[in-house]
């Protein structure tokens, strides 16, 4: 039998390579998608797939693709779940979609994930990879034999697999932020110990003077930073890097998990949380009071289906129809301020802005004040009328 598995090299994949070559007796072909994770970990995934005896192992960088269809999406979008800049659940999209290339390229027979049966992972995975090979047999053995996080390290010692001293949690990373979860953060009244931070720094170590960096974007993707155009790799590990320093896009919730559960949850986000709110600042000034109104509807929606593993979905694919079309006037330029772990958007214009200055304006005439009159006289006229009945029964 062969079974093509995606492998991060973390303890439960690591496990699951051992679980299907005992008892499934089967080739492992190992498959490792770089979506933005360190090149540290892409390394150690190699090494590990060797040492564990992958009869084969794949490497796909799925970089380009990954922010292209995936995380612009997402930031035209605003895609934020319950306040979680979607991360995880973006990745699992070109992950499994990469899984079934591979699968059907080696003619596998199953393919093989490391999710257990308690998180939102195992969603995305089975409903993507059903969904684009509906016969291809799905095996997630860390489900199937019910392990907990500590048998796993069990197994793994009597087996020899080595185990990382950071496997108490489970960690997940690309480029549009890093999720950590497990181990003493599994009691939500326990504070976060430092450590398990890394791209981020505490605010109290940040830089002391603020900084002030300005974002262009065109048509609701972000294309520049700090009037230098770049590729979308480069500035979203730019924007990790700098809004990091600043110790900016520490989140922690507790979240609403598909299946109803309950989970702490601690994320890093730099990038994420500036180009969002930074977004989200550009499409206040272009988009009418209408289409905002509107268009937050459609965002949780979008977001929700995301998280809930249904990308496929044909109301999402509804849903990006309108958000495109929304996105052709979200062109222009945004400041935003880091400073001590905050991020503020401070100035923004646009050539499709509909501010109107002159209108506005303290200073300026603009327009006749007594055209205001009018109008108020009917504003709120359904109440008065109302209340008049009232007085007068
Ligand atoms: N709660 C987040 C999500 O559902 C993060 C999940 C992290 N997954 C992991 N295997 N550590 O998208």
Not at 149 to 171: D, L, M, N
Not at 186 to 215: A, F, G, S, V
Not at 243 to 271: Q, T
Not at 316 to 342: C, H, M, P, W, Y
């Amino acid at each position: 039998m062969k079974v093509v598995l995606a492998f991060s090299s973390g303890l439960d994949t690591s496990v699951a390579v051992r679980l299907l070559q005992e008892n499934y007796k089967a080739d492992v072909i190992t498959v490792t998608v770089n979506v933005g994770q360190s090149p540290f970990k892409l390394k150690a995934a190699a090494k590990k797939a060797k040492l564990l005896g992958a009869v084969k192992h794949v490497h796909i960088d799925a970089r380009k693709e990954f922010i292209q269809d995936y995380i612009f999406p997402s930031i035209k979008a605003n895609g934020l779940y319950e306040g979680y800049p979607l991360s995880t659940a973006l990745a699992r999209y070109p992950i499994a979609s990469k899984l079934v290339d591979v699968a059907l390229r080696e003619k596998a027979d199953a393919v093989a994930h490391g999710c257990t049966g308690k998180g939102n992972d195992q969603f995305r995975f089975d409903t993507t990879i059903s969904l684009k090979a509906p016969k291809l047999k799905i095996i997630a053995p860390i489900r199937e034999f019910n392990l907990d996080r500590k048998q796993e390290i069990g197994y793994a010692k009597k087996k020899g697999i080595p185990v990382e001293t950071e496997s108490s949690y489970s960690i997940d990373e690309n480029l549009w932020g890093r999720s950590i979860e497990g181990g003493v953060l599994e009691d939500p009244k326990k504070i976060p110990p430092e450590h398990i931070y890394t791209w981020t720094r505490p605010p109290e170590k940040t830089p002391q003077k603020p900084r002030i960096i300005e974002i262009e974007f065109k048509e609701g993707v972000p294309i520049a930073l700090d009037g230098k155009r770049m590729g979308g790799v480069e500035l979203i590990t730019e924007m990790n890097r700098i809004a990091g320093d600043y110790g900016v896009g520490r989140i922690e919730l507790i979240e609403d998990r598909i299946m109803g559960l309950k989970a702490r949850e601690n994320y890093e986000a730099p990038a994420a949380t500036v180009l969002i709110q930074a977004h989200q600042t550009l499409e206040q000034l272009v988009l009418t009071k209408e289409e905002l109104e509107f268009k937050r509807q459609a965002d949780q929606k979008w977001a929700d289906l995301v998280y809930r593993g249904l990308w496929f979905d044909p109301l999402k694919e509804d849903l990006d129809a309108f958000i495109n079309s929304t996105q052709r006037r979200v062109t222009g330029k945004v400041k935003v301020k880091l400073d001590r772990g905050s991020c503020r958007a401070i100035g923004r214009s646009s050539p499709y802005s509909l501010y109107d200055e002159k209108l506005v304006s303290f200073e300026k005439p603009g327009f006749d004040q007594r055209d205001a009159v009018g109008i108020i006289k009917f504003h709120g006229i359904q109440g008065k009328i109302l209340r008049k009945r009232r007085m007068t029964r």
